[in-house]
């Protein structure tokens, strides 16, 4: 059975610190890894998305890793601000192809100080 | 292009009532899936429907319905409504088939809360 877990579950940073956040999967035949923000009491945002022969990809000040090998994903946020203050998730499909429901992590909720 | 919208935002509801959640998906989106999320955790799958039938479904109860129309707007729909059912309930398209590359997009909920 699929698990999905992050660390921490939550982390403060002071203004323009770079920051790493951790997403870890038990079964590593995934099809995709999607990334999200979830701002208070709000729907979730698709921040990226990582297909399976990915290694990596970027967006802006976010960069986003998988490694399958290892069950583990990174979402590295630059030059952080206090607009980046929400809480992130990320989310692997059961089984393969794209017709898995997601299993999502319970997230990391990220403070930004000014 | 228009994202995934639902109604209603919130909504307040006691103890045996039943309640119906809508959705549009996004525009060219023929997927929709649903999801709960309650306070503190992630989102857990409820079901899913493509081509106006039910292909997947979460270890949800069978009070928890929905339905899938042809223009690919969707419906979820909770009967005898109980306390543990207070969650945000989360609405997400995309598009199945050739265009399909497995990303998710999600609505801004409908808050439920069960008194």
């Known amino acids: 059975k699929q698990e999905v877990t992050q660390i921490p579950a939550a982390l403060s940073v002071p203004e323009g610190e770079n920051l790493v956040l951790n997403c870890s999967f038990t079964d590593s035949a995934i099809y995709n890894l999607q990334w999200f923000r979830q701002d208070p009491g709000k729907g979730l945002t698709s921040l990226l998305l990582?297909?399976?022969?990915?290694r990596e990809q970027t967006s802006g000040r976010l960069n986003a890793s998988l490694d399958k090998s290892s069950g583990r994903s990174t979402l590295y946020i630059a030059a952080s601000q206090p607009g980046d203050s929400a809480t992130y998730l990320c989310?692997?499909?059961?089984?393969?192809?794209?017709?898995?429901?997601?299993?999502f992590g319970k997230g990391t909720k990220l403070s930004v100080k000014p | 292009e228009t994202g995934v919208t639902q109604s209603p935002t919130h909504l307040i509801k006691t103890r045996g009532q039943q309640v119906t959640l809508r959705c549009s998906s996004q525009s060219g989106h023929n997927t929709v899936s649903w999801y709960q999320q309650a306070l503190g955790q992630g989102p857990q799958f409820i079901f899913q429907?493509?081509?106006?039938?039910?292909?997947g479904r979460g270890n949800f109860p069978p009070r928890f319905s929905g339905l899938q129309f042809p223009n690919y707007s969707s419906e979820l729909n909770v009967n005898a409504l109980e306390l543990d059912d207070s969650a945000l309930y989360l609405c997400?398209?995309?598009?199945?088939?050739?265009?399909?590359?497995?990303?998710?997009?999600f609505g801004e909920g409908s808050r439920l809360t069960v008194l």
């Open positions: 997400a398209s995309k598009s199945s088939g050739g265009r399909d590359t497995g990303e998710l997009f």
């Open positions: 989310a692997v499909p059961v089984g393969w192809g794209s017709q898995g429901n997601l299993i």
């Open positions: 429907y493509y081509r106006e039938e039910e292909n």
């Open positions: 990582i297909q399976s022969s990915q």
